[in-house]
């Protein structure tokens, strides 16, 4: 099936680093959402972007849904342990389709 | 107030059985998802309901249905079940499908299923 190109795949940072990470698509979104999932979960939201340009935060996390509505990225500013899980972009284009296309996921590390 | 609540948590079937999963939305929302999600891979779109209507169907076999109650609720049953079918189903709910915040999903715990 379809998904979205996300990068990098894994990243393992020390405590208070600062993180970011991207998801690149061939086709236009008209919705962008960066979900959190730890082992054995379901994916929980963290941001979700409706307008192209947009930048929002939640706490620590910053996103941004790009000018060409290909892309999106999304910061995480002084990681702690418990940011350790694995984040994934999806893309929504919307009433037409409302089906998610996922990334194939970044693997967060943190070490104390 | 509950989120979404998926079951059973876990599932052990052997290859042809059938399996029916199980998904109660948040309150409210109208709308309910179905994903596969396999080890190391992203969640792949199965299948989409709104107001007891097929809104969208993924890249799935014949043997995958469902079908939304007048509650909400909603049932996927894969029939004929191969090896391949083992991975984590997730539910997934909306408000509607207006566009725009009404229909960012959210996501329930998941059925663990494994065929052998």
């Known amino acids: 099936g379809q998904q979205l190109n996300q990068s990098p795949q894994s990243m393992f940072i020390q405590e208070g680093e600062d993180v970011s990470m991207n998801c690149t698509s061939s086709?236009?979104?008209?919705?962008w959402l960066w979900y959190k999932q730890d082992p054995g979960e379901g994916p929980v939201l963290l941001i979700a972007?409706?307008?192209?340009?947009e930048l929002t935060s939640n706490g620590r996390l910053t996103a941004q849904f790009g000018i060409t509505r290909k892309d999106s990225f999304l910061n995480i500013s002084a990681s702690i342990p418990s940011d350790v899980g694995i984040y994934f972009c999806?893309?929504?284009?919307?009433?037409?389709?409302?089906?998610?296309?996922f990334g194939k996921g970044t693997t967060l590390s943190v070490s104390s | 107030d509950a989120g979404v609540t998926q079951s059973p948590t876990h599932l052990i079937k052997t290859r042809g059985q059938h399996v029916t999963l199980r998904c109660s939305p948040i309150?409210?929302?109208?709308?309910v998802s179905w994903y596969q999600q396999v080890l190391g891979q992203g969640p792949q779109f199965i299948f989409q309901?709104?107001?007891?209507?097929?809104?969208g169907r993924g890249n799935f076999p014949d043997r995958f249905s469902a079908r939304q109650f007048p509650n909400y609720s909603s049932e996927l049953n894969v029939n004929a079940l191969l090896l391949g079918d083992s991975a984590l189903y997730l539910c997934?709910?909306?408000?509607?499908?207006?566009?725009?915040?009404?229909?960012?999903?959210?996501f329930g715990p998941g059925t663990r299923l494994l065929v052998l």
């Open positions: 972007l409706y307008k192209a340009g």
């Open positions: 086709s236009i979104f008209n919705t």
């Open positions: 309901y709104y107001e007891k209507e097929e809104r």
């Open positions: 309150s409210g929302h109208k709308s």
């Open positions: 997934a709910s909306s408000l509607g499908s207006r566009g725009g915040a009404q229909e960012t999903q959210y």
């Open positions: 999806a893309g929504q284009r919307g009433q037409a389709g409302t089906a998610l296309i």
